[in-house]
């Protein structure tokens, strides 16, 4: 079975620091992507960034990267000079079969000015 | 196209009755899926349809539950007699390829209360 952990319900960073989100994961599965997903309060879903498994390259998007460890099944997402705006859960998420994603419980993420 | 959009974005209910929700995904796209969220949790899975075909069903999924997508285009997911534990949000998705491969663009979703 697929599942997908975060153990971080609630985390904060001052302005302009840098924050890491953990996720570990379980699966059978040899070639896979991972996803972090982004939801802002009262707003919908964003993917924030993809990783492929058979990529030994961590992926990067402007501030947010991860550090993606297959052996391990840890999949962690680092914001650096964060910023008010990245206030949000984060819900990393394991896709299963192509048709559906398990996702984690989220990690609530506040920004301090 | 602006996204995948639901509609409403709250209902209130009371329960034992009916509701319906829809949601337009984004035109290209010929997969989609619903999710529910409960206050805490991560998004679960419900089902999904490629184009008019409903191809997968969480056991979530109660005989309550029924969702449709007829013409491949916009979908409807009906909760016949509401429960207390049906409150929750209730999310679309769409993509244009199995989420293996892409991502999948998420709705606002629509937040059920039922008292």
């Known amino acids: 079975a697929q599942t997908v952990t975060q153990s971080q319900p609630e985390m904060s960073v001052q302005e302009a620091e840098t924050v890491t989100l953990s996720c570990t994961y379980d699966?059978?599965?040899?070639?896979?992507?991972l996803f972090w997903y982004k939801q802002p309060p009262s707003r919908q879903m964003i993917l924030v960034i993809r990783q492929e498994a058979y990529k030994q390259q961590n992926a990067t998007e402007n501030r947010f990267s991860v550090n993606f460890q297959k052996a391990a099944k840890s999949f962690s997402l680092k914001i650096s000079d964060s910023q008010l705006g990245d206030t949000a859960m984060y819900f990393c998420a394991f896709p299963y079969t192509g048709n559906q994603f398990y996702f984690g419980t989220g990690t609530s993420l506040t920004v301090i000015p | 196209d602006t996204g995948v959009s639901q509609d409403p974005r709250h209902k209130i209910t009371k329960r034992g009755q009916n509701v319906t929700f829809r949601c337009d995904p984004i035109s290209e796209h010929n997969r989609l899926y619903w999710y529910r969220q409960t206050l805490g949790q991560g998004p679960e899975f419900l089902t999904y349809f490629q184009n008019e075909a409903q191809l997968e069903k969480s056991r979530l999924l109660s005989d309550r539950f029924s969702a449709e997508r007829p013409k491949g285009s916009f979908s409807t997911l009906e909760i016949q007699r509401t429960e207390q534990g049906d409150s929750a949000m209730y999310l679309c998705?769409?993509?244009?390829?199995?989420?293996?491969?892409?991502?999948?663009?998420f709705g606002q979703g629509t937040r059920l209360t039922v008292v």
């Open positions: 998705a769409s993509s244009s390829e199995d989420t293996m491969n892409t991502e999948a663009f």
């Open positions: 699966t059978s599965e040899n070639n896979y992507y």
